[in-house]
């Protein structure tokens, strides 16, 4: 079983940058497509990028093309979401996620706990 722990949340001016990491331990990444996912307030988690095993495949929700970046490193166990020129709207949980299989925006059975980020206008 795989544990994650999400880090690099906190407080920026829109359009502003923030960089989320996912550090996995307890099994290799690799063996896992990974995902974020985000949780605003009063609303229900949603999806907003996931990354094959290898990095050579990516896909990303609507409303943050363009703007965020997933990426991993299997050599470190870690997944990486780098978001610029952030919105108010981007305000949410970041939730980091692991599924054994490739299935774009549905997500696996493992989550970590979430780091706060919250862009002021």
């Known amino acids: 079983q795989v544990q994650l722990v999400e880090s690099g949340g906190g407080l920026v001016q829109a359009g502003g940058s923030l960089r989320l990491s996912c550090a996995a331990s307890g099994r290799a990444i690799s063996e896992y497509a990974m995902g974020w996912f985000r949780q605003a307030p009063g609303q229900e988690r949603e999806f907003v990028a996931v990354i094959n095993w290898s990095g050579g495949t990516t896909y990303y929700t609507d409303s943050v093309k363009g703007r965020f970046t997933i990426s991993r490193d299997n050599a470190k166990n870690t997944v990486y979401l780098q978001m610029n020129s952030l919105e108010p709207e981007d305000t949410a949980v970041y939730y980091c996620?692991?599924?054994?299989?490739?299935?774009?925006?549905?997500?696996?059975?493992?989550w970590g706990q979430g780091t706060q980020v919250t862009v002021s206008s």
């Open positions: 996620n692991a599924n054994s299989n490739y299935r774009g925006s549905r997500p696996g059975h493992y």
